[in-house]
């Protein structure tokens, strides 16, 4: 399977708890994003890497969420002291500049928080 | 600032029929990029089709076409010849192309049911 891939697919914590997903992105797809899916609404952007370097930040990401593409291949998103406001699918995708003239972006199956 | 709105919370077609799924959209960026994704129950977005703001006609991709009104800054989806496994949450998503901005904004989704 050469898709996006994230793991865990489901994670359960308490509330305060630190979290972190892990995304591998399709091979050589410079760039990565992440989104937050709520129940009954569309993906919101949280954060996008070109390469290693995070390029662009939501107001969406709090100072207890970090985001981090070490060697410009997998990324991680840490969630710390979580909340129920938390709860969400944390849905992740990449794209290759360059690859279509509108870089569509693929998504992986997502990673579903649940805080109790 | 961006936005998109689908107002159709829920649709029905049967098999075989064509339906057509509303998205409009807002935007101060003069160029942009439409795009409609598919989210069935596993979680995954399956990107669809995308339409180019200065594209002088409207895309086609296979069963998928849309229906690219500029001035009214619309951009519906129309789904020939429905199956059932078109059964799924179908998303209208748009990034501006002006301000180098690589985040998709999109709407709150229309909930797809193919009947047989």
């Known amino acids: 399977d050469t898709g996006v891939s994230q793991n865990p697919r489901h994670k359960i914590t308490k509330r305060g708890q630190n979290v972190t997903f892990r995304c591998d992105p399709i091979s050589e797809h410079n760039r990565l994003y992440w989104y937050r899916q709520t129940l009954g609404q569309g993906p919101e952007f949280l954060t996008y890497f070109q390469n290693e370097a995070q390029l662009e930040k939501s107001r969406l990401l709090s100072d207890r969420f970090s985001a981090e593409r070490p060697k410009g291949s997998f990324s991680t998103l840490e969630i710390q002291r979580t909340e129920q406001g938390d709860s969400a699918m944390y849905l992740c995708a990449s794209s290759l500049v360059g690859e279509s003239s509108y870089n569509e972006q693929f998504f992986g199956p997502g990673t579903r928080l649940t805080v109790l | 600032a961006q936005k998109i709105t689908q107002t159709q919370p829920g649709m029905f077609v049967q098999e075989k029929e064509a339906v057509t799924l509303d998205c409009t959209y807002d935007?101060?960026?003069?160029?942009?990029?439409l795009f409609w994704y598919k989210q069935p129950s596993s979680g995954e977005m399956i990107f669809l089709i995308y339409?180019?703001?200065?594209?002088?006609q409207n895309a086609t991709e296979g069963r998928y076409s849309l229906n690219f009104q500029k001035a009214r800054k619309s951009a519906n989806l129309v789904i020939s010849a429905s199956q059932l496994g078109d059964s799924a949450m179908y998303f209208c998503a748009m990034r501006g192309e002006s301000t180098g901005r690589r985040a998709l904004t999109f709407g709150s989704g229309t909930r797809l049911q193919v009947q047989p």
């Open positions: 339409q180019g703001s200065y594209d002088q």
């Open positions: 935007t101060s960026d003069p160029s942009y990029g």
